[in-house]
């Protein structure tokens, strides 16, 4: 009887908060003029604030904020929130099983499975799809809501010499005098030539983008990394980060950027990201045949114009610009 009492106290409240609401927009209006980015996933659960300890211990999320008992938000480490809400009559209950789950990018399935094991948590279907290069491992929170992980795996050509030439690539390359210069809100990193940079994009992208929805900096286009300039040809001196109007707000490591304007050779590389590394040594080539001088003191950078969660890997594009004088 006190359960049915809380749901409907729970429902009260959301009515009331609907009802003051202002109308709706029209429908001539943009969804992407109000809203700023999608960073956030809800599951619904029983009791947020008995949950919300499982979702720190064993995901090693934190917690970001509490409304009472009907609502926490956790973040993962890499910037993506989760929205553990008390379930309501008339919405899904919790361990409701249906097409949406939430993912969790892992690196190595291995340990992070070993992790589930050791922490009493069981997993539900494992499975390799060697087709898709990626492998799942599918798992329930305490209250049943289907979360799962992802590991993207490598292909046999992301192994190739970085910068080979002879790679065919469907790349268009064109002069323009009139670049923008563009601020971003980024990380920069310095690594080894070895490293995956993918999986550091992969972390270093959704915590900008996190950090500007919940700074008032929605991002304003295409994630972008800048190449900063250096002799040592054994390291990645990059910036990674989201475009925004103005910067109003950094932190310990998310730092605000600039990018080159001006004149600059502009490459437009449509495939998958693992063939830049051949876009680069063409265009540069492209440069020294045409006696075109690269720009001192101007770092080159690549903007990620499509999203590969909604396209094929073929139908990526990324544009590169390099500044020339």
């Known amino acids: 009887m006190s359960n049915n009492n809380n749901i409907n106290e729970n429902n009260k409240r959301l009515k009331e908060d609907s009802d003051n609401n202002e109308s709706p927009p029209s429908k001539k209006s943009k969804l992407s003029n109000f809203v700023s980015t999608g960073n956030l996933a809800n599951v619904m659960v029983y009791n947020p604030v008995e949950i919300k300890n499982w979702y720190v211990d ?21 910037g993506f929130q989760i929205g553990l809400c008390k379930w309501c009559e008339g919405s899904s209950k919790p361990g409701s099983k249906g097409p949406y789950s939430v993912c969790f990018i ?12 050791a922490n009493n948590v069981k997993i539900d279907v494992r499975v390799k799809n060697d087709q898709a290069k990626m492998e799942l491992a599918f798992f329930q929170d305490p209250d049943g809501n289907v979360l799962y992980f992802s590991k993207i795996l490598k292909e046999d050509n992301d192994n190739a010499c970085p910068g080979n030439q002879d790679v065919e690539l469907d790349l268009t390359m064109e002069i323009k005098d009139d670049i923008q210069e563009i601020t971003i809100l980024g990380i920069r990193e310095v690594m080894p030539r070895n490293s995956d940079i993918g999986k550091w994009f ?19 286009g295409s994630p972008l990394a800048i190449y900063h300039c250096n002799d040592n040809d054994t390291i990645f001196d990059v910036a990674a980060g989201v475009p925004v109007a103005s910067v109003k707000k950094t932190s310990d490591k998310i730092k605000e950027f600039k990018t080159c304007s001006g004149k600059c050779l502009v490459g437009i590389h449509k495939g998958p990201y693992h063939l830049l590394k051949s876009v680069w040594p063409k265009m540069f ?3 020294k045949e045409n006696n075109i001088k690269f720009r001192d003191g101007s770092d080159p950078y690549e903007t990620y114009v499509n999203d590969p969660q909604e396209v094929q890997e073929s139908e990526l594009l990324t544009h590169v610009f390099i500044p020339i004088e």
């Open 58 to 78: 064993i995901l090693d999320c934190e917690v970001v904020s509490e409304i009472g008992d009907l609502y926490v938000t956790v973040q993962t480490q890499n």
């Open 106 to 117: 892992v690196n190595d399935m291995d340990e992070a499975c070993n992790h589930l094991k």
């Open 202 to 220: 992969g972390q270093t992208l959704p915590a900008c983008f996190a950090f500007g929805a919940q700074n008032d900096m929605p991002s304003v």
């Open 285 to 287: 080539a492209y440069l």
